[in-house]
C-alpha cells in the first residue's frame, strides 16, 4: 500500500463527503494499481477532530499518508500526482492548493519545507502564494514520520499543532516539490 488518504466526517455532511469520495474513486480507477491507495473514513460520530485524526492515522497501512477535509475537493490528478512523487522516496510532498471564502475571492496557499514559519502576505494577489505553510495534515508525509506525532484531542488548532510537532522534529527533509494545484479548499464562514 503506497498512499492512506484519511478522512474525517459527520453523518450531516454526507453529502459533501459523498462528492469527495465520487472524485477521489474516479481517479483510483485510473491507476494501474489500484491497490496502491486506500481511503479511510472515521466511524466516530461526535468526539474531538484532533481525537479522530489519531484514530485515522493508526488505522493508515499506506507508506505515506495525507488527511482531506470531506468538504473540500481535490484537483483532477491528485492522486496521480502524489503517487508519482512517491517514486521518488521523498519525506513529504509539497501542496498547492486554492482556497475559497463562501465560494469566492480565491488565494493560493502553499505547504513545503522551505517555509520555516505560517506566513500570510497580505498584498499577495492571485495566483500569488498568499499563505506560506510548513507541511501540515493534508499534506503527503511519510507515514513513519506521520505516525511518531499525535493531534491534541481538541476541534480547534489540532492541525497546526500537528504540524507544529513535526517541523520542529526537523525530520522532514527531502521533499518533492508541486508547483501545481492539488487541493481545493472550501473555508465557509459559520458552519
Not at 36 to 52: C, F, N, Q
Amino acid at each position: 500500500m503506497k498512499l492512506s488518504i484519511l478522512i474525517p466526517t459527520i453523518a450531516k455532511r454526507r453529502l459533501l463527503l459523498d462528492n469527495l469520495l465520487t472524485e477521489l474513486n474516479e481517479q483510483i480507477k485510473g491507476i494501474v494499481d489500484v491497490s496502491s491507495v486506500e481511503i479511510i473514513i472515521d466511524k466516530i460520530e461526535v468526539e474531538p477532530i484532533g481525537k479522530k485524526r489519531n484514530e485515522l492515522l493508526r488505522e493508515a497501512k499506506g507508506e505515506y499518508v495525507c488527511f482531506f477535509d470531506d468538504d473540500d475537493l481535490p484537483s483532477n490528478d491528485y492522486i496521480e500526482t502524489l503517487l508519482k512523487a512517491i517514486e521518488t522516496k521523498p519525506d513529504c510532498v509539497s501542496l498547492r492548493g486554492i482556497m475559497t471564502t463562501n465560494g469566492s475571492n480565491p488565494e493560493i496557499f502553499e505547504h513545503s519545507i522551505r517555509y520555516k514559519k505560517y506566513k500570510t502576505n497580505e498584498k499577495a494577489k492571485y495566483p500569488e502564494v498568499k499563505y506560506e505553510r510548513y507541511p501540515n495534515h493534508i499534506s503527503c508525509i511519510k507515514s513513519s514520520i506521520a505516525k511518531q506525532f499525535k493531534f491534541p484531542e481538541i476541534n480547534h488548532g489540532d492541525d497546526t499543532d500537528f504540524a507544529t510537532q513535526i517541523f520542529k522534529s526537523g525530520l522532514l527533509k527531502k521533499e518533492f516539490y508541486v508547483d501545481s494545484v492539488l487541493y481545493y479548499y472550501k473555508y465557509i464562514t459559520n458552519k
